[in-house]
């Protein structure tokens, strides 16, 4: 049963990964401004993730999202906060970068955990860690804007507000938190519309905005969340660097944005690092 319950996991986890790979350059592709874009994005990520959840969980969905309580809204707030972050930040920099940013979540969600709840840092985290961010730097230190850009600051701005979010959903894992990702989506979408934000969006750029908002996102994250609970968290943020690997060269096709040799070395450092970080936790998780 636990190797049946292991390889649908492994089957769930990937298939989400492999969906949400064109999301960035669905952003892209999008000629709206970043907050039309995100308040479209928000709204209809919201509409889907409730009527999976009201499939799922019928009469008892009121029941399920007030048992969540004041972490459910915490994590509400990151979760809009953190998807209009992440689509401003795409607008204004190179995909490979905010990629690379946002895949430092890991890290800042163990000083998360430390801070919040004082879980012992594990020494691989500690160690892996500086690497890690010099692989950052050198890959976005190599962007024409230099590493201080506002588009390098905003996936910063995201990844903490992501790794948070981790924090939330790992420490109170009892509970189902995709609920809170479609409240942050109204959450969103209602702060954008208040703040004046234009609606107004071309055919061909409304298309993109369904399947992105209808498609794509909601099913990676059901997808994921769902593998997730059958995986590791080790092994879930080993398959979820496929979408850093894989997301740059697909909007180097599509759209024609260059990925630089800073951006490859860094990168690849990253990565590296990341995959021997995760590999030793599942090493370490299979010996205890």
Same mark, same amino acid.
């Given at each position: 049963?636990?190797?049946?319950?292991?390889?649908?996991?492994?089957?769930?986890?990937?298939?989400?990964?492999?969906?949400?790979?064109?999301? !960035?350059?669905?952003?892209?592709?999008?000629?709206? +401004?970043?907050?039309? %874009?995100?308040?479209?994005?928000?709204?209809? @990520?919201?509409?889907?993730?409730?009527?999976?959840?009201?499939?799922?969980?019928?009469?008892?969905?009121? %029941?399920?999202?007030?048992?969540?309580?004041?972490?459910?809204?915490?994590?509400?707030?990151?979760?809009?906060?953190?998807?209009?972050?992440?689509?401003?930040?795409?607008?204004?920099?190179?995909?490979?970068?905010?990629?690379?940013?946002?895949?430092?979540?890991?890290?800042?969600?163990?000083?998360?955990?430390?801070?919040?709840?004082?879980?012992?840092?594990?020494?691989?985290?500690?160690?892996?860690?500086?690497?890690?961010?010099?692989?950052?730097?050198?890959?976005?230190?190599?962007?024409?804007?230099?590493?201080?850009?506002?588009? %390098?600051?905003?996936?910063?701005?995201?990844?903490?507000?992501?790794? !948070?979010?981790?924090?939330?959903?790992?420490?109170?894992?009892?509970?189902?938190?995709?609920?809170?990702?479609?409240?942050?989506?109204?959450?969103?979408?209602?702060?954008?519309?208040?703040?004046?934000?234009? +609606? %107004?969006?071309?055919?061909?750029?409304?298309?993109?905005?369904?399947?992105?908002?209808?498609?794509?996102?909601?099913?990676?994250?059901?997808?994921?969340?769902?593998?997730?609970?059958?995986?590791?968290?080790?092994?879930?943020? @080993?398959?979820?660097?496929?979408?850093?690997?894989?997301?740059?060269?697909?909007?180097?096709?599509?759209?024609?944005?260059?990925?630089?040799?800073?951006?490859?070395?860094?990168?690849?450092?990253? @990565?590296?690092?990341?995959?021997?970080?995760?590999?030793?936790?599942?090493?370490?998780?299979?010996?205890?």
């Amino acid at each position: 049963m636990a190797s049946s319950e292991h390889t649908r996991g492994l089957l769930l986890t990937s298939v989400g990964v492999l969906v949400i790979v064109p999301d !960035a350059t669905f952003v892209r592709l999008v000629d709206a +401004p970043s907050m039309t %874009n995100a308040m479209w994005r928000t709204g209809l @990520l919201g509409v889907s993730l409730t009527l999976f959840l009201a499939a799922r969980y019928r009469g008892d969905l009121f %029941n399920v999202l007030r048992s969540l309580g004041g972490w459910g809204i915490v994590a509400s707030v990151l979760s809009g906060s953190g998807t209009i972050l992440f689509v401003v930040a795409v607008d204004r920099a190179p995909v490979s970068n905010v990629l690379l940013i946002l895949a430092l979540s890991p890290f800042w969600a163990a000083v998360w955990t430390r801070t919040t709840v004082g879980t012992k840092v594990a020494r691989r985290t500690l160690i892996s860690m500086p690497f890690a961010l010099a692989g950052v730097a050198i890959a976005v230190g190599g962007a024409s804007e230099g590493l201080f850009s506002q588009g %390098n600051f905003y996936a910063l701005c995201c990844s903490l507000g992501l790794s !948070a979010n981790l924090t939330i959903v790992r420490v109170k894992k009892q509970f189902d938190m995709v609920p809170t990702a479609a409240c942050g989506g109204f959450l969103g979408c209602v702060t954008l519309a208040l703040a004046g934000t234009d +609606p %107004n969006v071309s055919s061909e750029d409304f298309a993109l905005l369904l399947v992105l908002g209808l498609v794509i996102l909601p099913a990676a994250m059901a997808l994921i969340t769902l593998g997730g609970r059958l995986l590791p968290s080790p092994e879930t943020a @080993l398959l979820l660097l496929g979408e850093t690997a894989l997301s740059p060269p697909l909007a180097a096709w599509v759209i024609g944005e260059s990925i630089s040799g800073q951006a490859i070395i860094g990168g690849s450092l990253l @990565l590296i690092v990341l995959v021997i970080h995760a590999t030793l936790g599942i090493r370490d998780l299979r010996s205890s």
